[in-house]
């Protein structure tokens, strides 16, 4: 059975770069599955930011899609999140994701905070 | 981009009720359309993946139906471990969106 941990500073200063990674462990990232990045504000809905497929092609949330860069990391078995330019607004519980379309397998998810 | 709404945004009932969950998206999308359930401080969890197919593991009392642009989450016989928030999903497009979620109450 697939496992996820999400990892990466708990705490992001404004204006700063929210950097996370995701180990998938259980499983070869190198499949025929999505990897996926969602995140949920405090008290807010879920809000899916992008996500990648093994071969690096990528597909974005359009509200963030300036600010975003995912990536994989096949050797290490592992895929990241980077968000630039972050406000605090970007505050929010990140969850990574196994994905076929539907949203199968989560992460338990990271409270980033984005604060001086 | 699709549209997913919810309805309603905040459902109250009884254990043993049946209650029933509408989701509907801005355009059709064929039946590519999920349901999580989650609960305060965890992850989501799949129940239902195109619009009807119980994920695995997932009790028989969920069901799921509907098609192109108005679907619905049944429960049936609510369980007490049945309140949480449910989401919909729809995965017709490359770009993937949620509904903006319902909370059940007990009432």
């Known amino acids: 059975q697939v496992h996820l941990q999400e990892s990466g500073p708990g705490l992001v200063k404004p204006s700063g770069t929210l950097s996370l990674t995701c180990t998938v462990s259980?499983?070869?990232?190198?499949?025929?599955?999505?990897w996926t990045w969602v995140r949920q504000a405090p008290g807010k809905g879920l809000e899916w930011i992008g996500e990648i497929y093994d071969s690096g092609t990528t597909n974005y949330n359009p509200s963030l899609k300036s600010r975003v860069t995912l990536s994989v990391d096949k050797s290490k078995n592992q895929f990241s999140l980077e968000l630039n330019s972050v406000t605090a607004a970007d505050s929010a519980v990140y969850y990574c994701?196994?994905?076929?379309?539907?949203?199968?397998?989560w992460g338990p998810g990271i409270l980033v905070t984005v604060s001086s | 981009d699709i549209q997913m709404t919810q309805s309603p945004s905040t459902l109250s009932a009884s254990v043993g009720d049946r209650v029933t969950i509408t989701c509907r998206a801005s355009q059709n999308i064929n039946n590519w359309l999920a349901w999580y359930q989650q609960k305060a401080g965890k992850a989501p969890k799949l129940l239902i993946y195109k619009a009807s197919t119980l994920e695995t593991g997932v009790a028989s009392r969920f069901s799921g139906s509907g098609s192109e642009t108005e679907f619905t989450l049944t429960i049936s016989n609510l369980e007490p471990d049945d309140f949480a928030t449910y989401y919909c999903q729809q995965y017709q497009t490359f770009t993937k969106t949620l509904g903006q979620g319902t909370k059940l109450e007990i009432k």
């Open positions: 994701v196994r994905s076929f379309g539907a949203f199968d397998s």
């Open positions: 259980g499983g070869p990232i190198f499949s025929t599955y999505w």
